[in-house]
């Protein structure tokens, strides 16, 4: 009977040690993964905005400014390695009910490191569009250091520099910070008078962007909990700004930051356990079980031996 309870003892603790590494690796990656269905609404809110109306070709002041993001998985365009996400985003001043501008992006990417990947008619604004570094997300298991970062108005990959580490209403994140050096993105034909410039007529003016973008990011999941831009925008003129066109600092409402805390929950329940609490526990019963099988089929063993006689 001993060598019984031994045989089952040491098949349960083998089978704990092989299952072990594999919730480790196999089902942690696979729950490692950005959903093929994704889809999210999110908010940045911004008080006290200046922006250019061209509509009523007059500069607002202290202004409040709300801009829209959809995000939506095309799901027949992804795979099994990768997902490709449709970005639109409407920017409105929200006492005043009249839209500043929209944009819109297209860009496949990795759905573990989330780093782009070049397929899927990736585009700004409907133009193609090559992108590169991360496209909206960072890597499941972010690390402390700094990672390229997409910028789709800027059209360039900058660096989005590791800050340091912070809690966001309980939630510990990891902090990243982008730099954006005044880029010119683009050419306006405006008024002389607008500019308050000499002359009649009109003149082209290099439109100039500048940002400095915050992430907040929660490690286990790669996912933005907050987000901040303090973005500026100008219309130059032999180098000189003439006219500012955006200036504000824009953040994630109080309501979007609660949603993108509840899309990470899954990530920080399921892949601690899965990755270390989980293999741990396995590894420790397959060891005991593996010992206590041992020890009863020696002891099974003694029992169980015939007598001898001389």
Not at 23 to 35: E, I
Not at 121 to 126: K, P
Not at 254 to 283: F, G, H, K, W
Request: proline content about 4%; some cysteine; overall charge negative.
């Amino acid at each position: 009977m001993r060598r019984t309870v031994a045989v089952v003892c040491i098949a349960l603790g083998v089978f704990s040690l092989v299952l072990a590494p594999l919730l480790r690796f196999w089902m942690a990656g696979a729950v490692m993964k950005t959903p093929m269905d994704y889809y999210s609404e999110k908010v940045v809110r911004g008080e006290n905005v200046t922006y250019f109306s061209a509509e009523e070709l007059e500069q607002v002041e202290g202004a409040t400014v709300e801009a829209y993001t959809t995000l939506r998985a095309d799901v027949a365009a992804s795979d099994s390695d990768t997902v490709v996400w449709d970005q639109f985003t409407w920017i409105e001043d929200i006492e005043r009910d009249f839209a500043i501008q929209s944009s819109s992006r297209r860009a496949g990417h990795d759905r573990e490191t989330g780093e782009v990947v070049d397929c899927c008619d990736a585009s700004v604004d409907e133009e193609p569009t090559a992108q590169s570094g991360q496209a909206f997300k960072f890597p499941f298991l972010t690390e402390k250091k700094d990672y390229e970062f997409f910028d789709a108005t800027a059209m360039e990959t900058e660096p989005m520099e590791f800050a340091g580490e912070e809690e966001i209403e309980g939630v510990a994140t990891y902090k990243f910070v982008q730099e954006i050096e005044p880029t010119k993105v683009g050419e306006r034909e405006m008024p002389r008078s607008l500019l308050d410039m000499e002359g009649d007529g009109d003149v082209v003016t290099d439109e100039m962007y500048s940002v400095t973008r915050t992430y907040w990011i929660e490690p286990t999941s790669g996912a933005p909990i907050m987000v901040t831009e303090d973005q500026h925008r100008g219309a130059f003129v032999d180098g000189e700004e003439r006219l500012v066109l955006f200036d504000g600092d824009m953040r994630m409402t109080d309501e979007t930051v609660d949603a993108n805390i509840e899309n990470a929950e899954q990530a920080l329940t399921m892949l601690p356990l899965l990755r270390t609490v989980l293999p741990l526990v396995l590894v420790g019963a397959g060891a005991v079980l593996i010992g206590a099988g041992v020890l009863l089929w020696l002891l099974g063993g003694g029992r169980g031996a015939p007598a001898r006689h001389g």
